[in-house]
């Protein structure tokens, strides 16, 4: 008769039992890869092999004939060399044969496994836990749809496909899409350097100011004196006046839980909230873990980057304690003149979980009586444009140049990748000649603008369902756009609706280009 219990065991054993089927699994796509890098080393060592010997056999026959003609000898050193090509075919289809055979076997016995229960990945989860097997899982299943239409065009093709891409685009750089002059944020250069010094003295905070070691000097010289880690990286990325980190964090190890650093800016009189930038193969799965997911916020249904958000609701509750902390140091040292102020900043992934988190504070009303803004520096792609502009109250994202990471979504880069195919194939797309990249390259050419304009609308016609499908998102709240030779530029959430193909997209990214572009433009108020 079955005790109370025994459900529970029944299951506890089912559950070990489907691991162990999982791990045994997970063993034999391993043996798969191995034995096709193995087979492929045979093949060639094989090969090397093989040409050597017919080398060694060729070239004195060759060099007998040249001296004395077609001989005996040269005859019979071909004569051998054509046996070592024989051999060497039946060695390469043997080879072949063992791999079909063993790869084979391999996968029929993970078919096996899987009809037993067996659970892809096990293993993974077993030695990385679940939620970080999960999320490289989603990224790879991401990353093998997004790239398997790409992978039968050749490599020469696709780069004239890019190219031809990029002259369409310059007809775009050239129209005026800003809406006008801007303020930036109060403080934003200062902010910048927060967001630097999330990166702390170690990586010579972000490298705001160049390679220049002064700032690694003013680090080293707070270490010596006592200093925390985080007050090294103060004084590293430069911040100057009276400011007490409350709490650094440089953890590079759990995935959705970047680096951050709160401080009392007493200088100010305002609480500081910065947010680590991509430093990790966690932070670059959190950035990859790109799907838009549902969020409500003030009330309003929308959608938000999944893994930056659940980076932000992650780092929530820590947090706001640790806010709640500093605010209380400012009130009881008197230095808060009227209403409390927390800034929240932060700069490319940590730009996108600061305005989230920013969002989800004053979704929840966190600080009653307190002021909350953000500055988010090379913002990501992280809210619709509802949403996006629903925070512009309080979030400010501000952009340098043709930066690729504002502009780089899901949406936007299989817009690009299918605008490639298209210009690749398209009479696959049932698109005129015209939109063949070669004769897109000649119109560019020869500066024909109205044949380019008409190209570009008809592959933005075309892939517009596709990219639409993914869910479009962008930077969060009011759009400041910086370039060196004009005054911030406020822009609209269409500015940053397709991605740029451009030499300085990757370099303008870096924090010290953003750091630059501020002290040039001032720190004007709003």
Not at 178 to 206: D, I, K, N, V
Not at 362 to 390: E, H, I, N, T
């Amino acid at each position: 008769m079955a005790g109370p219990y025994s459900q529970d065991v029944s299951g506890a054993y089912d559950n070990k039992k489907d691991e162990r089927l999982g791990i045994a699994y997970d063993a034999m796509s391993l043996g798969r890869h191995g034995a096709g890098l193995g087979f492929g080393i045979a093949r060639f060592a094989t090969n090397t092999g093989f040409k050597i010997a017919s080398a060694c056999l060729q070239g004195p026959a060759n060099a007998v004939e040249r001296s004395a003609g077609p001989n005996i000898l040269s005859s019979s050193l071909r004569g051998v060399d054509q046996i070592v090509g024989i051999a060497h075919a039946g060695t390469s289809f043997t080879q072949q044969c063992a791999e079909t055979v063993t790869k084979s076997s391999l996968k029929v016995a993970q078919v096996g496994l899987r009809a037993a229960g067996a659970r892809e990945g096990e293993l993974f989860r077993r030695v990385l836990g679940d939620e970080v097997a999960d999320a490289v899982f989603k990224v790879e299943r991401l990353l093998n749809s997004f790239f398997s239409p790409l992978v039968e065009v050749p490599l020469p093709h696709l780069w004239q496909a890019a190219l031809a891409k990029q002259a369409l685009q310059q007809r775009m750089l050239h129209l005026d899409l800003h809406q006008g002059p801007a303020s930036l944020p109060l403080h934003a250069e200062r902010l910048m350097r927060y967001a630097a010094a999330t990166f702390g003295a170690e990586m010579l905070a972000g490298l705001f100011e160049g390679a220049s070691l002064s700032g690694a000097a003013e680090a080293w010289a707070v270490k010596r004196e006592g200093g925390s880690s985080g007050d090294a990286a103060i004084a590293c990325a430069g911040i100057d006046g009276e400011v007490q980190v409350l709490e650094f964090e440089q953890s590079r190890a759990d995935i959705f839980m970047p680096g951050y650093l709160v401080a009392v800016d007493k200088s100010l009189g305002c609480v500081v909230v910065a947010l680590r930038g991509t430093a990790s193969i966690s932070d670059v799965l959190a950035d990859l873990v790109c799907q838009p997911i549902r969020i409500a916020l003030g009330g309003e249904d929308g959608l938000a980057h999944d893994g930056m958000l659940r980076a932000a609701e992650r780092l929530s509750a820590t947090l706001e304690r640790l806010v709640r902390s500093g605010l209380e140091m400012l009130a009881y040292e008197g230095r808060v003149a009227g209403i409390p102020m927390v800034w929240v900043c932060g700069h490319s992934l940590g730009a996108g979980v600061a305005a989230l988190l920013t969002a989800l504070w004053r979704d929840r009303d966190c600080f009653p009586g307190v002021q909350v803004g953000c500055v988010a520096f090379a913002c990501p792609q992280v809210l619709d444009a509802k949403l996006s502009f629903a925070m512009s109250n309080h979030t400010t994202s501000i952009s340098l140049d043709n930066d690729l990471v504002p502009r780089l979504s899901l949406a936007t880069a299989i817009e690009l990748r299918e605008a490639l195919l298209r210009l690749h194939s398209p009479q696959e797309y049932s698109l005129p000649s015209s939109c063949a990249a070669a004769e897109v390259l000649a119109a560019h050419a020869r500066g024909d603008a109205d044949l380019l304009l008409e190209v570009d609308a008809k592959i933005k016609a075309s892939t517009a369902t596709a990219s639409t499908l993914a869910g479009r998102l962008f930077p969060s709240g009011r759009l400041i756009h910086l370039t060196p030779d004009r005054r911030p530029q406020e822009v609209d959430a269409d500015f940053f609706g397709e991605l740029l193909i451009d030499k300085d997209m990757a370099a303008a990214h870096m924090p010290q280009r953003y750091f630059a572009a501020l002290k040039a433009a001032g720190d004007q108020p709003a």
